[in-house]
T-cell receptor, first 116, second 114 residues
Framework: GAVVSQHPSWVICKSGTSVKIECRSL??????MFWYRQFPKQSLMLMAT?????????EQGVEKDKFLINHASLTLSTLTVTSAHPEDSSFYIC????????????FGPGTRLTVT | AQSVAQPEDQVNVAEGNPLTVKCTYS??????LFWYVQYPNRGLQFLLK??????LVKGSYGFEAEFNKSQTSFHLKKPSALVSDSALYFC????????????FGKGTTLSVSS
């Protein structure tokens, strides 16, 4: 149980285009999801907290107009990278908090974004 | 502010030997501590957590961690390492109450040689 999926697993796009990444909780409902960014051989940095039915909470330094987050249902959150630039190339990982298990988060497999 | 430190970038052990991956934390209030493992180009897999209760926490794949409040440490251990344990390990702490966003350490690469 407690599976989180992400789609796509990898994507290549051109500078200036937008890319949408989906995060789904497959067998549980997630009122809260988190989006992280990971650079090669580095730690995960929290980008934003996504709450179902409300606006996302962004971390300091993360441009909310560039990284659009939508959490329209209890099983789906999306991250859209708008007007992508090569410096946006990274590994994006989402996680979902299960309401039944105190403190645990379940992570998706990640999405590798490359902007050319 | 909550923070986590993993002092070692890499830990090398021989297969069959015990392993320890170190983690220290700084929190205000009660700590909610976690260990996750990441394989190349993959997401994170949950290993174990400390919320409350026994200081020795047992988790997946034979791993365990000991919560030491006086030393503010939460070291990950395994009595006998396997080559398949080679991966990147992250210690994390909840930023606030349990279930809030996680603050991660920088990660420690574990390399187990045969």
């Amino acid at each position: 149980g407690a599976v989180v999926s992400q789609h796509p697993s990898w994507v290549i796009c051109k500078s200036g285009t937008s890319v949408k990444i989906e995060c789904r909780s497959l067998d549980f409902q997630a009122t809260t999801m988190f989006w992280y960014r990971q650079f090669p051989k580095q730690s995960l940095m929290l980008m934003a907290t996504s709450n179902e039915g409300s606006k996302a909470t962004y971390e300091q330094g993360v441009e909310k107009d560039k990284f659009l987050i939508n959490h329209a249902s209890l099983t789906l959150s999306t991250l859209t990278v708008t007007s992508a630039h090569p410096e946006d190339s990274s590994f994006y990982i989402c996680s979902a908090r299960s309401p039944d298990r105190l403190g645990e988060q379940y992570f998706g497999p990640g999405t590798r974004l490359t902007v050319t | 502010a909550q923070s986590v430190a993993q002092p070692e970038d890499q830990v090398n052990v021989a297969e069959g030997n015990p392993l320890t991956v170190k983690c220290t934390y700084s929190v205000s209030g009660n700590p909610y501590l976690f260990w996750y493992v990441q394989y190349p180009n993959r997401g994170l897999q949950f290993l174990l957590k400390y919320i409350t209760g026994d200081n020795l926490v047992k988790g997946s794949y034979g791993f365990e961690a000991e919560f030491n409040k006086s030393q503010t440490s939460f070291h990950l251990k395994k009595p006998s390492a396997l080559v398949s344990d080679s991966a990147l390990y992250f210690c994390a702490v909840s930023r606030g109450q349990a279930g809030t966003a996680l603050i991660f350490g920088k990660g420690t690469t574990l390399s187990v040689s045969s």
